[in-house]
């Protein structure tokens, strides 16, 4: 990130790829033995940027410099970090594609397509009012300008004063536009298209108003674009970006109302309208992190009987996201907030005392884990840095993950259950590897008479895993397997079984294990090597 924090901050609840205002709880600093409690978990914003993400995404470099921009405070805190924003350009979607093809067109250019950029160049280029050019014929300017005559819409956009240039060009562009808008439904109410079109007209006038402003409010302009949508999705139930981007301008309308009741309201609309994104387009990562963050915020408000499942289905929501697309870094550092968050809460409360909760530790350890994934996949994040100074001493060093898995004598997957042990196995950048305890190892005798522990046949016989070797990390379910949440590591050289305590369990060993295999894909194994050894 571009700017520098003077004390270590863990993001833990929303920040957006554009700047961070909203106010977040802190937490004390935590020491190496005693993580102390936060009093809440902080905010999410989703972020202004691209409509998808890869590795090697270039455009959110700028977008991301923006989005975990962070305040210097006193304490350290933990705060989410959101992708995926409303469509910058402006335009219809073709559901059947569960992709975003947001455009706008011209009355009189056919199907060609103009995005936000172009009608901002054209803008520039013209003289006189600054009006922008067109050969729509006057007669259909003067429909337009008579469509918006009366409208509440159109009254909201035109009483919009932006203090610079460029916002003032943005923003005659953006009133031109919903002006064709306007016109289009008048002539076509079910015009679901430009319906949707229009209310991301208004979405975008809405990051052009200040905060403090009062005619109009960004509030206002919001709950207008947000019925735009509810026409839009009640015409066609399948636009998959109309559920998308009124989900966020949901979310926006929640956050200026604090821990209210009517922002519980509205974060419960956002999560129905982001779940429904996710069923018109299963395959969206965007959708299902910024479902996850909405869950978050709701959890900070809903009662506290109801907070953990709230919780645990944000936690659910994150890995899903993760396991489309292995190296979505912004979703991974949420995860780890949020299990941050859980951990704190499970320490100060006590659980729910039925037996089944993971203990604190367990879940700062599975914290520090994501978060230091999400580093090592974005080292230049100031965000991802400053978290992992707070977390790193979680990790069990000089490991990424150490725990038990039940595994067949090596070589015999095929093996009786009851040949199968329950062992310790130790993960790092490099490679997974069973750890034999020195009473489980065979002992020979040297040639002085004493015994002692034979590591050559030791090494034969226990489970290893190179991550360079890897194929595939996936659940598995066989009678060949024992009782439990079966593991299976295809590798080059044929597949590993491995048996989890539970399927929780399996949940920790599978993310580490891709998120290894996803760092070292990306060619940062060294940075994850320098997290866990140096």
């Known amino acids: 990130m571009a700017d520098t924090v003077e004390e270590p901050q863990l993001h833990n609840g929303k920040a957006s790829s554009e700047s961070q205002t909203d106010q977040h709880p802190t937490s004390e600093p935590l020491s190496d033995d005693n993580p102390k409690l936060t009093d809440s978990i902080p905010e999410m914003k989703p972020e202004e940027g ?43 979607t073709e559901g059947d594609q569960g992709t975003s093809k947001a455009v706008m067109k011209k009355e009189d250019e056919g199907n060609r397509t103009f995005t936000m950029r172009e009608l901002l160049s054209e803008l520039k280029s013209d003289e006189g009012d600054g009006t922008p050019r067109s050969t729509v014929s006057p007669y259909s300017r003067e429909s337009a300008s008579q469509a918006a005559e009366n409208n509440p819409a159109m009254d909201l956009i035109n009483r919009i004063q932006v203090n610079d240039e460029e916002g003032r060009s943005r923003q005659r562009v953006l009133a031109f ?140 929501k994150f890995r899903a996201a993760i396991r489309l697309q292995f190296d979505f870094h912004r979703a991974i550092y949420n995860l780890g907030t949020v299990l941050y968050g859980l951990a ?119 489970v290893k895993v190179n991550i360079t070797e890897i194929v595939s990390v996936t659940t598995c379910a066989d009678l060949t397997l024992p009782p439990g949440a079966g593991l299976c590591i295809d590798t080059v050289h044929g597949p590993v079984y491995l048996v989890a305590d539970s399927w929780e369990s399996l949940d920790g060993w599978l993310d580490a294990i891709r998120l290894v295999y996803t760092i070292y894909a990306r060619g940062k194994s060294d940075v994850l090597a320098g997290i866990i050894t140096a």
Not at 68 to 90: C, T, Y
Request: glycine share 4%.
């Open 344 to 462: 704190e809460d499970t320490l100060r409360t006590g659980g729910s005392g039925n037996g089944k909760d993971i203990p604190p530790g367990e879940l700062y350890s599975q914290s520090a884990i994501y978060i230091a994934a999400a580093h090592s996949l974005k080292p230049s994040y100031s965000v991802y840095s400053s978290a992992l100074r707070l977390v790193r001493s979680m990790l069990p060093l000089p490991h990424l993950k150490v725990g038990y898995l039940t595994a067949p004598p090596v070589g015999n997957s095929l093996a009786p259950h009851s040949d199968w042990k329950r062992t310790e196995f130790e993960l790092n950048h490099e490679r997974l590897l069973q750890v034999l305890k020195p009473e489980a190892r065979e002992m020979g005798r040297n040639l002085s008479g004493k015994s002692e522990a034979m590591n050559t046949n030791v090494e034969k016989k226990t």
């Open 177 to 316: 536009a919903a002006r064709k808008y306007a016109s289009a439904i008048e002539r076509n109410p079910d015009d679901h298209d430009a319906l949707y079109n229009w209310a991301l007209i208004l979405q975008e006038s809405a990051d052009n108003v200040s905060a403090d402003s009062v005619s109009p409010s960004k509030d206002d302009l919001l709950e207008e674009a947000c019925n735009k949508y509810d026409e839009a999705t009640r015409l066609c139930p399948t636009l998959y970006d109309a559920y998308y981007n009124w989900a966020i301008a949901i979310s926006d309308r929640a956050k200026m109302r604090g821990r209210t009741k009517e922002a519980e309201e509205l974060w419960e609309q956002a999560t129905n309208n982001y779940e429904k994104a996710v069923q018109l387009n299963w395959n969206s990562s965007q959708a299902l992190n910024n479902w996850g963050l909405a869950l978050q915020e709701l959890s900070q408000i809903v009662p506290a009987r109801e907070k953990e499942k709230v919780v645990r289905t944000a936690i659910s």
């Open 50 to 92: 691209q409509s998808e993400v890869t590795d090697g995404e270039t455009q959110s470099e700028v977008n991301d410099a923006k989005a975990e921009e962070v305040e210097p405070v006193a304490k350290p805190e933990l705060r989410h970090v959101d992708l995926s924003p409303k469509e910058k350009q402006i335009g219809s």
